[in-house]
């Protein structure tokens, strides 16, 4: 083989080792941008539903002139009902199946029995039934017209009222009840700290010779008591612990419950 068809070997050679490593440069590049490309969209993605996921459940009215409110009374039949009558400030009622956008005055009621929804209306007057007997708690708050509820100042544009139904179903008993009594800011013989079974129904009695709200942290019960008439905490005892109940006001505990 002579020199100059060597020299031509030798060429073609370093030509493909050159065209075989830019290729794969290539390859290499485009997989990278790929991968950041699939990243980017990943972190696009997260973004986004991060950005929907916030879902705002109440309207604050706080920046609004002249806010609405709502005041409650209630009528026991002495036959396990109640008839209550709603009065409103700046706010007026409008029908369920309203699909129009919100607006600050308007809106319907959300009626909670001892905590729970139990009825949405858009009028002023409406007659509970079939309660059992005893003390309840009844609340009426303002609603926008997309269901999320209307705040001011951090707290439900709402008020409750506490009834005693006669006539009606006998409620089946709690397996444990205990009293707790406030008087002049203290507790009537010391903090107590009630035990019980993990399953247990419970029910807390708390009479108080002030206004306040009586708050059972973490079963996140909230009820008011004044004088004459108690707040009335029930629950199935089915979180283990210890638990703190305090007057929400005075800021001081009135009773542990364990839950063993």
Same mark, same amino acid.
């Given at each position: 083989?002579?020199?100059?068809?060597?020299?031509?070997?030798?060429?073609?050679?370093? $030509?493909?080792?050159?065209?075989?490593?830019?290729?794969?440069?290539?390859?290499?590049?485009?997989?990278?941008?790929?991968?950041?490309?699939?990243?980017?969209?990943?972190?696009?993605?997260?973004?986004?539903?991060?950005?929907?996921?916030?879902?705002?459940?109440?309207?604050?009215?706080?920046?609004?002139?002249?806010?609405?409110?709502?005041?409650?009374?209630?009528?026991?039949?002495?036959?396990?009902?109640?008839?209550?009558?709603?009065?409103?400030?700046?706010?007026?009622?409008?029908?369920?199946?309203?699909?129009?956008?919100?607006?600050?005055?308007?809106?319907?009621?959300?009626?909670?029995?001892?905590?729970?929804?139990?009825?949405?209306?858009?009028?002023?007057?409406?007659?509970?039934?079939?309660?059992?007997?005893?003390?309840?708690?009844?609340?009426?708050?303002?609603?926008?017209?997309?269901?999320?509820?209307? $705040?001011?100042?951090?707290?439900?544009?709402?008020?409750?009222?506490?009834?005693?139904?006669?006539?009606?179903?006998?409620?089946?008993?709690?397996?444990?009840?205990?009293?707790?009594?406030?008087?002049?800011?203290?507790?009537?013989?010391?903090?107590?700290?009630?035990?019980?079974?993990?399953?247990?129904?419970?029910?807390?009695?708390?009479?108080?010779?002030?206004?306040?709200?009586?708050?059972?942290?973490?079963?996140?019960?909230?009820?008011?008591?004044?004088?004459?008439?108690?707040?009335?905490?029930?629950?199935?005892?089915?979180?283990?612990?210890?638990?703190?109940?305090?007057?929400?006001?005075?800021?001081?505990?009135?009773?542990?419950?364990?839950?063993?």
């Amino acid at each position: 083989m002579n020199l100059s068809k060597i020299l031509l070997c030798v060429l073609a050679f370093f $030509y493909v080792v050159a065209c075989g490593d830019e290729d794969n440069t290539v390859k290499k590049n485009h997989s990278t941008t790929t991968v950041a490309s699939v990243e980017h969209e990943h972190e696009h993605e997260h973004e986004h539903e991060h950005e929907h996921g916030d879902v705002v459940d109440v309207i604050d009215l706080s920046s609004v002139a002249d806010p609405p409110a709502v005041s409650v009374a209630a009528t026991p039949d002495g036959e396990g009902g109640v008839m209550l009558v709603v009065e409103l400030e700046n706010f007026e009622l409008v029908p369920l199946e309203t699909k129009s956008g919100n607006q600050p005055r308007q809106g319907h009621l959300h009626v909670e029995l001892d905590g729970a929804t139990v009825a949405m209306i858009s009028e002023n007057h409406y007659h509970l039934s079939n309660l059992v007997n005893g003390h309840h708690e009844i609340a009426v708050s303002l609603s926008a017209i997309d269901h999320r509820n209307y $705040y001011l100042d951090g707290k439900p544009i709402s008020d409750s009222v506490m009834v005693m139904i006669e006539g009606g179903e006998e409620a089946s008993g709690p397996d444990i009840s205990f009293q707790v009594e406030i008087v002049e800011g203290k507790v009537k013989g010391g903090l107590s700290r009630f035990e019980v079974s993990k399953g247990d129904s419970v029910e807390v009695i708390v009479h108080s010779d002030q206004i306040d709200e009586v708050h059972l942290h973490v079963y996140d019960k909230m009820k008011k008591v004044e004088p004459g008439v108690p707040a009335i905490i029930r629950l199935d005892a089915t979180i283990p612990g210890i638990f703190e109940a305090e007057l929400h006001s005075a800021g001081f505990r009135i009773f542990e419950l364990q839950v063993s």
